[in-house]
């Protein structure tokens, strides 16, 4: 081998000798050793042991990538817990004098920190307007409440994840920050939980209770049960004022829903008619129509419903003849989805233009049931293309048969009860019958009378409570109903004026529709628990002119009764009132709360202060729910919008897209992914619902597919790292546990970096103050400062944008990437070299100290906890937590940005791995192999220059040189372009035994041709793009290219001289 001048070799650039000689770094992807000693031996060949099986795994999964996504992440191993054992009482600060456990452990790290944060009133504006960095600005949100029966699922812990994300964000960098936090009554969830544990538990229905006795035992349960979801939410790190805690039927909201009540009815926007309106047989209750989930069905479709004996069919048209009075053999055939209601028929319809019943116009038609005469109507609302073109017209029970029906001045019939059962109307003989057995009875005698026509498959969509899971029936009811065409219009001018923004921007679209189509809000609903209507009936007193019922609204019964008065023209204690028995629908509550939660409609200094608020964050399914209604009762009643900007998140699914739903066994308990689950828990859940058998053993089946050793523990800030890493810019979400465990491993990343900082720095460390004036003295300190800088800046572009994926990657990169698998470990020779230079410990405090300021908001318990144990700044006023700590401004960090230097850097990168490549190719496993750079551009030899030492040290190599432009390759060296102008050298001679290795190298040649002629021959499966199968043959050529080359290197060793034996060194 030819001898290279020791010039070609540098000296290293910080005065150290070559890295050949010094001992190998250790990547920090595995537990560091504790503040410095050494791991024994035993944990060196357990981590080695791990890494050997993870590789096995990997490899394994590559085979088997045609299975299905359940299969492909289900072995894990527990971690060791490690306590929070120190005694220390709730409120108190946490104890972190001692050292820091050798991992990453989600429960010693959340101990203790969330309740000495609110005890130390951090989350109340009243403190943060006392800090240092205050900005004299303020930024108010409200958490959407939760209902009060249930506990979070995964979709509320991404609204909390992104809320206290941006919450902390502006509590940091110094606005007045208030998060209200509240639960909603829920009234029909609520109530219908409390009548199951009353016959559950005494055998007592709600009816054999008083009004009174009933919501005493409902507000019984809520103080048992409601703190559920409180503790979800504490557990969540959720960084909201307990202080200002609302819920939706105390005190102030009552008040707040009686007065916006009595308000919108003297504004002329709220009346009491007689009208149809959605009901719910099994609640016994009105529901709205956004509480209407419309089912598409196929056509057939057998269907359980609450309260019936036997399923019942739909997606079927009957058709039903209808016979002509006074011509025998004529007849009218009629299709009908809905034979049940054929009692209540007052008419048939046929389209003015059909020319099929141009002869019977002015007939009428015999009943097929009763024989009654009904009259054949022309209306051009119907389709004359639809089945035989002729409809029946039951008013009572069809929102567009009640339209045709007061156009002609018919007289609706009601023949479906409240409870679902057929009324007196009905006759004897269907009388009390469930509305679905009658259905059966009523085709039975059709038959009978020979006046069934057929039965046909018919698609169809079908409305369902999304309450009880019944079907929706049309019932005339009297209610109150809100008007909403006035206020929706202004809800879709804020919008399209920019005033109100949504974002993403495409629900506008949705918005915009949605308002141009409103109908009036029904209000009312047959419940106890929830607010009762503020409305009263004065008794055998009539509304003037028309004989209806005279009501009277009131914030009290005095007040109502002075109104009557009023209106009757006799003295108010002569007068009876009856107040009217239902409630208001619990969206009438929920759209009150940006600013009932605030006080409204007292002139309260939180109201002054925080009204309208600054931000709405909720889930895109409560656009219109929630949303739309907070638009219109806020502007109406306010006179202001009750916030500027909405930011809506996507729905959660499952990794196979599946939307989240107890009968399929994929709901995700947050708690059950922060403490972990064993399966036996998971089922014993499951269990515990409310799923009938059939569904029940769907349920644990696809649960025990999906988790078969149950979930792992991953903390509470890997889950909130893992919600907010999804940007809402995009479709659903899609979550797997996989996903979060894969973020706990990038906690314990972050924890290890700072074991090794905290044992670098020392106790005797004392960080330079201000940090921004740090000048770095080297270009490694240079390159980390600057990716520092930039970090910052993402974050603070991503959080302006409110896309918090943008922060989560630039946290990532910078904490995973730039500062532990290069900076920390191009250092580490330096740290251990004597004396240390001062440079590197100070760039690496300022690094752990803006990078967990950086990285609070996402992950506040080990941002904290890592925080606390920093060394303070001399000099400079203390800041008692990382919560309130000054979040770092990208500008003034800018100085410290170097995109040259960066780029410069990137190249050397490339280099490093190359060199990684090529000592892997060679299976250099121990040895320092010397390597040279050559470049033909002068220029570029000066790039890698300043960098030689670091690039050595990262590359596992020796000593690093120059190779001059023109100088000839040195032979039997390994060579590796780096571009077209670039190339790097690694010396093989006495490295390597090129014969041993040639053997194992044909081997793999062989393999890797296997695959490619297999590729070539095969047909590509459906669906797989031609550009795939391209790019695993350039993959596959390339890597047979690369072996050839490190074959024809090994012949020229062995042409050159005699093998070594194949000793390393």
Known sequence: ?????????????????????????????????????????????????????????????????????????????????????????????????????????????????????????????????????????????????????????????????????????????????????????????????????????????????????????????????????????????????????????????????????????????????????????????????????????????????????????????????????????????????????????????????????????????????????????????????????????????????????????????????????????????????????????????????????????????LPICSRSGDVVEYLLKSQWSVRCREMGQRAAEAVESGALELSPSFHQKNWQHWFSHIGDWCVSRQLWWGHRIPAYLVVEEHAEGDGEDCWVVGRSEAEAREVAAELTGRPGAELVLERDPDVLDTWFSSALFPFSALGWPRETPDLACFYPLSLLETGSDLLLFWVGRMVMLGTQLTGQLPFSKVLLHPMVRDRQG?????????????????????????????????????????????????????????????????????????????????????????????WNALRFILSVLGERFEPLPPAEELSPSSPMDTWILSRLALAARECERGFLARELSLVTHALHHFWRHDLCDVYLEAVKPLLWHSPRPPGPPQVLFLCADLGLRLLAPLMPFLAEELWQRLPPRPGCPSTPSVSVAPYPRARSLEHWRQPELERRFSQVQEAVRALRALRAMYQLTKARPRVLLQSSEPGEQDLFEAFLEPLGTLSHCGAVGLLPPGAAAPSGWAQSPLSDTVQVYMELQGLVEPQTLLSLLATRRHKLQKQLDGLVARTPPEGEAETQTQQKLYSLQSELSKLDGAASHLRQLMDESPAPGGSER
């Not at 001048?5 to 890295?19: N, Q, V, Y």
């Not at 939307?659 to 059950?672: E, I």
Request: hydrophobic share 35%.
């Open 1 to 461: 081998m030819r001898h290279l001048p020791l010039a070609f070799f540098r000296p290293p650039l910080w005065g150290l000798r070559p890295s050949r000689g010094l001992p190998r770094s250790r990547p920090l992807s595995t537990q560091s050793e504790p503040h410095g000693f050494p791991i024994s031996r035993k944990n060196r060949e357990a981590k080695q042991k791990r890494l050997r099986e993870k590789q096995a795994a990997l490899e394994a999964g590559i085979a088997g990538k045609s299975k299905s996504p359940a299969e492909s992440n289900k072995t894990w191993s527990p971690k060791e817990v490690v306590l929070y054992e120190i005694p220390t009482k709730p409120g108190e600060k946490k104890d972190v004098s001692g050292c820091l456990p050798p991992a990453y452990s989600p429960q010693y790290v959340e101990a203790a920190w969330y309740q000495w944060w609110v005890q130390e009133g951090f989350f109340k504006p009243e403190y943060q307007a006392q800090l240092p960095q205050a900005t004299g600005e303020t930024f108010s949100m409200c958490i959407p409440p939760p209902n009060v029966t249930g506990s979070l699922h995964i979709g509320h812990a991404l609204t909390v994840a992104i809320q206290d994300a941006l919450v902390r964000w502006h509590r940091m960098r110094g606005d007045q920050v208030l998060w209200v936090p509240g639960s909603d009554h829920a009234g029909i969830a609520t109530q219908a939980v409390v009548e199951k544990q009353l016959w559950k538990e005494r055998g007592v229905r709600r009816h054999e209770l008083s009004r009174e006795d009933f919501l005493r035992e409902v507000w019984q349960w809520k103080e048992a049960k409601g703190g559920e979801i409180c503790e979800q939410l504490r557990a969540l790190g959720a960084s909201l004022d307990w202080d200002r805690e609302c819920f939706t039927m105390d005190a102030g909201s009552s008040t707040a829903v009686t007065e916006a009540f009595v308000r919108l009815y003297e504004a002329g926007l709220l009346y009491r008619n007689r009208q149809l309106v959605n009901w719910s047989c099994a609640l016994r209750s009105a529901i709205s129509d956004i509480e209407v989930e419309s089912r598409p069905l196929p056509g057939r479709t057998e269907l359980r419903l609450p309260g019936c004996p036997t399923p019942v069919s739909f997606g079927l048209l009957v058709s039903v003849a209808f016979p002509v009075d006074g011509e025998p053999d004529a007849e009218v055939v009629v299709g009908t989805t809905r034979p049940e209601t054929l009692p209540g028929d007052v008419a048939v319809a046929v389209h003015p233009d059909d020319s099929r019943y141009t002869h019977l116009r002015g007939r009428q038609l015999r009943h097929p049931l009763t024989g009654q005469l009904l009259p054949l109507i022309t209306d051009s609302a119907v389709q004359p293309h639809v089945g035989t073109g002729a409809v029946k017209v039951t008013p009572a029970h069809s929102p567009a048969d009640a339209e045709m029906g007061a156009r002609h001045g018919l007289s609706p019939r009601n023949v479906i009860a409240e409870d679902g059962t057929m009324t007196s109307l009905c006759g004897d003989w269907l009388q009390g019958l469930h509305r679905f057995v009658a259905r059966e009875k009523i085709m039975s005698a059709l038959r009978e009378r020979g006046l069934f026509r057929g039965l046909q498959n018919h698609p169809m969509v």
């Open 658 to 750: 599946r939307k989240m739903s107890k009968s399929l066994g994929n709901v995700l308990d947050p708690r059950d992914i922060i403490r972990g689950a064993g399966l036996q828990v998971l089922q014993e859940k499951l269990r515990g619902g409310n799923l009938d058998p059939a569904e029940l053993a769907i349920a644990a089946d696809a649960q025990k597919k999906d988790f078969p050793h149950g979930i792992p523990e991953c903390g509470t800030d890997a889950l909130r790292f893992t919600l907010c890493s999804h940007g809402v810019l995009g479709g659903d979400l899609h979550l797997s546990v996989s996903e979060v465990q894969s973020c706990r491993h990038f906690c314990n990343k972050i």
